[in-house]
């Protein structure tokens, strides 16, 4: 469950949309959200930094006092889509740790992933992503009134095919207010598990409400301020 528990902690991530009539870029922002899992709640902290073209984004998470997470990932914008560039995770639980760094070749195609020390060069033949960049990536899209909903994201020692579907819109209620949403769900291949995410069009599509739902057991995080 506290492993679950850093996982939505990391997730964010994802609709008839609203074709934009210009292109727009995703803008700079600072969220705090609350976590909540059986019982036991956390809080996050998530900073996207907005330099040109160029990002920063930033994760600082604990929860319930046993688990902690940190992540920061740098990419740039080009032609309006996302650019990855590097990306590092830090992870805590109960006192045990492990880290993972990707960092990106775009040119030449390839992804060095480095999990517990261990490199691994993997071929990217289509544009991947690490978890934070992938977000952006999605969050861009959705702006423009896209949405191609399959993606590659970057694991520890594969690249895998990570799709996502359309759910439809409603009106939610979280600590920092009320909002129209646009529901996205992550395909999973287990059927244990579901993860759905309340994106807010009036906040650029950040993400208000994320639930992930394993073997019966709910994980919920919702905003509770936007700066």
Known sequence: MKKSLITLLAASTFLALPVAAVAADLPGYSATYRVSADGKTGTATRTLTKTGNNYKYTVNARAAG????NQEATFSLSNGRILPSSSTMS???L????THSV???NAGKSVVSTYKGKATTLNMPRQAYDDLSLEAQIRQELI???FSGSYQLVKKTEIETTKFRRAGNTKITVPAGTYDTVRIDRIHDDRDRATSFWLAPSLDYLPVRVSQTTKGKIISME???IN
């Open 103 to 105: 960092r990106f070749n």
């Open 91 to 93: 992870a805590r639980i």
């Open 144 to 146: 423009n009134g896209k």
């Open 95 to 98: 006192g045990i740790g492990n």
């Open 223 to 225: 905003l509770t301020k």
């Open 66 to 69: 046993v688990a902690t997470l």
